[in-house]
């Protein structure tokens, strides 16, 4: 989705409210959250609103966009900046809500605070602060935005910061392998946000037997990780998953070409995608969420976009709830197009079968 038509889809949404606002405010009341914070909000699925769900008209989005600039959070000249971050975009299922935060929706950045990492096959320079090299490894230990460009024949970009700290990876048109694990991996952080700029293309891949066999996808996240921009992203999982992370997943925008000897897209407790293109071969299941512990977690959301999906397991997996609003999905599976023990929304409006 591009950032004028979601501009105009927010913006329409946002009318349409002003005129059931008594519901929306009712609903985020009763979730204790606040649409104007960027704290992440997520649906609890519950047994009692699993017969109100065979209407995806039950579904509404609601956003508080204010000001001047676009969803992306690009000011009316264009300019990358991050000063002026876009309201989060929530959308409400039943009596819950599913929330895009400002940094989920954010894939600009200001160039003149960036560090920059240019790769040439084994050499890497890095121009800026909060990189360094330790053997093969690119390491992030500091909060910010880093832009890659280039090949990195054998290495890895790891990233360890703390809690709190957030990083933003911006992708030029890279091209990374990795012979023994994975080639992004998200030790820790608060959230990191792999961001894809317009026009780009970039490719990720891993071996098929590396060396630490406890990463279990190509880009490998153990906390919170979302992609944004609109570029292009090719991830090849010869080893395991794609992409895989241990929290919540979140893709905003973007064209993905995703290959995996698992499952080609991996969320331990949420996958939430608000539209993109994504093309998927994979082994096992296509897009899986585990989590059936904690009452918040175990959903998969789809706000539109066009998917392409070849599994020789499952299309959709997840244990609490299933929601797709708008959208095609073109799935083509050995084992169930949407496997869910909770309730599904929208599957037989939007997924139509390939076989």
Not at 99 to 108: A, K, P, V
Not at 179 to 190: F, G, L, R, V
Not at 196 to 211: C, I, K, Q, R, W
Not at 282 to 305: R, T
Request: one cysteine or more; charged letters at 20%.
């Amino acid at each position: 989705m591009r950032k004028i038509e979601r501009l105009f889809i927010i913006s329409a949404a946002c009318l349409f409210f002003s005129f059931i606002a008594a519901g929306c405010n009712s609903q985020s009341s009763d979730n204790g959250t606040d649409p104007s914070t960027g704290d992440t909000a997520v649906i609890t699925p519950s047994d009692n609103i699993a017969s109100e769900a065979a209407d995806p008209s039950g579904i509404d989005s609601v956003s508080s966009q204010t000001g001047t600039t676009d969803a992306s959070g690009s000011d009316a000249s264009g300019t990358n900046t991050s000063s002026e971050k876009p309201d989060p975009i929530v959308y409400n299922v039943s009596d819950n809500q599913i929330r895009f935060t400002s940094y989920d929706l954010t894939d600009t950045y200001d160039e003149a605070s960036v560090t920059l990492i240019q790769m040439d096959k084994m050499e890497v320079t890095i121009t800026g602060v909060g990189a360094s090299i330790q053997d093969n490894k690119i390491v992030i230990t500091q909060e910010g935005t880093y832009i890659f460009e280039g090949n990195l024949t054998n290495g890895q970009i790891y990233v360890n910061v703390s809690d709190q700290e957030k990083v933003q990876l911006v992708l030029n048109n890279v091209d990374i392998f990795c012979n023994t694990s994975a080639p992004i991996y998200i030790a820790n952080a608060d959230k990191t946000v792999i961001t894809l700029p317009e026009g780009t293309v970039n490719s990720v891949s891993d071996s098929f037997a590396p060396m630490d066999d406890t990463v279990k996808g190509c880009i490998y996240s153990k906390d919170d990780l979302t992609f944004n921009g609109t570029g292009t992203l090719n991830v090849t999982g010869n080893y395991n998953n794609a992409i895989s992370c241990k929290n919540d997943l979140t893709i905003v925008d973007g064209t993905y070409n995703l290959t995996a000897a698992n499952n080609a897209l991996k969320g331990n407790d949420s996958i939430s995608i608000l539209s993109c293109t994504m093309t998927i071969e994979s082994m096992d299941d296509g897009c899986k969420v585990d989590n059936d512990v904690d009452a918040d977690k175990g959903y998969l959301f789809i706000a539109g976009g066009s998917f392409d999906i070849t599994a020789n397991d499952d299309c959709f997996q997840c244990p609490r709830a299933f929601i797709i609003q708008g959208g095609h999905v073109l799935a083509r599976c050995y084992g169930k197009t949407v496997n869910c023990d909770g309730y599904s929304i929208g599957a037989e409006s939007y997924i139509s079968s390939g076989y």
